[in-house]
């Protein structure tokens, strides 16, 4: 595999054969949808994985499971050159690129055919960031040393499958789920319009598309697919130029099939360029809010970028009923599922330069607290009860029990991230309209989570998975109980606030939700008695990690490959060694908790034994760094989190598309550790940790609603301006 060039604003691969890496890294999405990076005239390197998602839309695949839908491919191309398949083609000079700045991907190559006739092909996509529902692919064909025929065809064929893939990390499934029924054609001069339906809930999607180039055009239709051709002829020397514009819809937007019709006829009178250009106006606004500038080292402002544009693509804006999947819009892998990984791992970067992104994700969690709420009936719980894994329902899709039913945590993370929310942007309004409901329920849980033992006067919390989760099913994980004491807390500090700020939104809110006054008493005296154990300066993970049998962990592991692949679970979670940072996880979280002695403590005691089996590891690992002054260490980790994808550290990108928490770790190892922001009291604070390499740093954030710009420079104090 050769690797990627990666300069400030553009990624390049000349490596015609890497499909599968290609097509996770390239991945295009606005944020409504996505699809792999596929070469518009190739099949998918794997049938599954020629996809294309739909935020927000899921399918049950079994009994209260659901899988993230795989939609018509409107991707794809075809052409003949001279009467040739151009798929026979030997292909050279190859050069894909992603243009950072307005998710333009290209693909520029030479085919060789038998008789040695050459062309020149560019192929061009993207997603357009102006309006979400239009796409649009342009091809461009010089022949070089011939003149002859060009037989050119594409349109949309539902002829795709999805391969839910298993939660069991191990285990590859091969069962292919047909999603589509009722699909139904409709051929049009220079185009076509299929709507389908999915085969258990009946959601309905719809698309259309519309060809342009020099040629005669004709369509035809069959069950599954209608497909446009033109057949032109082509001459020596002069380039041919083609256009696809394409519209999606579902039934999330309304009538999804009127809707395409009516873009089909908008996208008659407009042209590639001209969408384009819109697309290219919206990412600009959204980078104006979101860059990061480094001076010094090009491969990392391409790779930052990177990690940013890819945030960005997954986000689904203006969309308050879905949130953003562990691998985005990029690969079906976990379901498409929304885990920790939004509130803990993402939300941050968008908190900090999108705040109304923020909210967005936090709604989703509100209009799913009424499944958070049966869920925990389901588990026999009072209150609510966020899922390890959610989708378009709150209820859990997580297959394996130790996981779905014991990493509990999430319902905390989800309680932080309103708080983290709210404190940066001091948007009450939110607090008052859904956040303390969702608080005040979601405390309501850990009341009945908690076990309290009469003979100590304190509250355990029995057979938990923290976030690392090679440590089994545990007890008084340090984690979980600290971010639910915190919970508890936050929750009887908002209800407060509610009762005296908005006193008759919070009568109704009683009302509604049958509150007590003593149950705030009740959640304080948790918060007070739960067990943390610790040994002197070190915070100690949970009950049992002590107990564990020590690892040389060098001898197992010699590269970033995860250990399960060589070590069975249960043995794993019988040694002293961990998955991905819980300890230190809090402290990243809550810096201002502990001091500096604890925070070393912890570092000198865990990282030697985390193995990093997450991507999730190291973008926090050199965010502690960072701010422990650890410059080697958080150097080393942030480039590990920084690259993960584009140099597949974890050798699974091909397979399992791009990892969206770690993009939101290396944003937040990179600015809040390297770039030294911080809230203190709230206040917004700058300090200069600037690595070696790298000259200057300029980023912009929001603060309480002002953006502020700031520019760090070697030995200098920060700048902060703020734009009023
Ligand atoms: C990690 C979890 C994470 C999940 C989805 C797992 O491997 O251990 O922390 O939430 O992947 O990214």
């Known amino acids: 595999m050769r690797e990627l060039r990666i300069t ?41 994985w020629r996809s294309t998602f739909l935020a927000g839309f899921y399918e049950y695949v079994k009994p209260g499971i659901t899988d993230l839908v795989n939609h018509p491919d409107f991707s794809g191309i ?15 000079d190859f050069l894909q690129t992603l243009d950072l700045r307005c998710g333009l991907v290209t693909w520029a190559y030479n085919l060789t055919d038998r008789a040695g006739n050459q062309t020149r092909v560019k192929q061009e996509k993207f997603l357009s960031m102006a309006d979400r529902h239009l796409a649009a692919i342009r091809v461009s064909l010089t022949p070089v040393n011939w003149s002859g025929t060009l037989e050119l065809s594409g349109g949309i ?20 789920v047909k999603m589509w029924s009722d699909v139904r054609t409709e051929p049009r001069p220079a185009g076509g319009q299929l709507t389908a339906q999915t085969r258990i809930s009946h959601r309905q999607i ?15 239709a069959a069950d599954e697919w209608v497909t446009t051709t033109i057949n032109a002829r082509l001459s020596q020397g002069m380039t041919w130029v083609g256009e696809k514009r394409i519209a ?113 994700l936090l709604q989703y969690r509100c209009h799913t607290l009424p499944d958070a709420v049966e869920s925990a009936k389901r588990f026999s719980a009072k209150g609510a009860r966020f899922s390890w894994m959610a989708s378009d329902t709150g209820f859990e899709q997580c297959g394996t029990w130790d996981t779905g039913c014991c990493e509990i945590h999430i319902t905390a993370d989800i309680a932080h991230a309103v708080r983290q929310y709210v404190e940066l942007t001091g948007d009450e309004a939110f607090l008052r309209d859904c956040g303390t409901e969702l608080l005040l329920q979601t405390a309501r849980y850990w009341v009945d989570r908690f076990n309290y033992v009469s003979a100590e006067d304190q509250y355990h919390l029995l057979f938990v998975k923290g976030p690392d989760e090679y440590c089994g099913v545990t007890c008084d994980d340090f984690y979980t109980v600290s971010m639910a004491r915190d919970h508890l807390e936050q929750a009887a500090a908002a209800i407060k ?28 005296d948790i918060a007070a008695k739960v067990v943390l154990r610790r040994r002197g300066e070190l915070w100690k993970q949970d009950a049992t990690f002590d107990l564990l049998e020590p690892l040389d962990i060098q001898a197992h592991k010699d590269d970033d490959a995860p250990l399960y692949h060589k070590i069975g679970f249960d043995r794993l979670q019988r040694y002293q060694v961990l998955k991905q940072p819980a300890v230190l996880m809090y402290m990243a979280l809550c810096p201002e908790k502990f001091s500096k ?42 480039e590990k989190s920084l690259f993960l994808d584009l140099k597949n550290v974890m050798k699974n990108t091909a397979g399992e598309g791009i990892h969206t928490a770690s993009l939101g770790a290396t944003w937040q190892a990179m600015v809040l550790g390297f770039g030294g922001l911080s809230i203190c009291n709230g206040v917004l604070n700058v300090e200069n940790r600037l690595p070696p390499g790298i ?11 002002i953006p502020h710009r700031i520019t760090i420079r070697k030995n200098q104090k920060p700048e902060i301006f703020v734009e009023i």
Not at 506 to 520: M, R
Request: charge should be negative; hydrophobic fraction near 35%.
């Open 248 to 360: 999606v819809a579902s039934f999330r937007d309304g009538d999804a099939g009127e809707i395409v019709k009516e873009k089909s006829e908008e996208l008659k009178d407009t042209t590639f360029d001209e969408l384009l250009t819109e697309s290219a106006l919206a990412w600009e606004k959204i980078w104006k809010q979101a860059d990061v500038q480094l001076i010094g080292n090009d491969e990392w402002q391409g790779a930052i970028r990177y990690n940013i544009f890819q945030l960005i693509q997954a986000m689904p804006y203006g969309d308050t009923h879905a949130s953003i999947g562990a691998r985005g819009l990029t690969h079906g892998r976990y379901k498409g599922c929304y885990f920790w990984d939004t509130e803990i791992f993402m939300l941050p970067f968008f908190a900090y330069t999108q705040p109304n992104a923020a909210k967005s």
């Open 695 to 705: 000259e200057e740093m300029r980023y912009r954030v929001f603060h309480k609603g």
């Open 78 to 92: 075809q052409f003949r050159l001279n009467g040739t398949d151009s798929e026979s083609h030997t292909v050279s």
């Open 597 to 638: 002695v604890e925070v070393e403590a912890a570092w000198n005691y865990y990282e030697p034994k985390t193995l990093h089996d997450s991507t999730l590891s190291f973008g926090i690992h050199a965010l502690v760094a960072a701010r422990l002054g650890y410059e080697e260490k958080a150097v080393h980790y942030l």
């Open 497 to 524: 606030w509610m009762e005296k700020t908005y006193p008759e939104d919070w009568t109704v809110l009683a009302e509604k939700t049958g509150f007590q006054p003593e149950e705030t008493e009740k959640w304080m």
């Open 8 to 48: 400030p604003w553009r990624i390049e691969s000349l490596d015609p054969d890497d499909r599968s890496f290609r097509e996770s890294i390239f991945s295009q999405g606005n944020g409504y949808m996505g699809t792999r990076g596929y070469r518009p005239d190739q099949r998918g390197a794997h049938p599954a």
């Open 206 to 220: 719809a698309q259309s598309y519309l060809f342009s180039g020099k040629g005669s055009l004709k369509t035809e």
């Open 157 to 176: 064929d539902a002829r795709v499958e999805n391969l839910p893939v298993s939660d069991d990390q191990l285990t590859e499934n091969v069962e292919f």
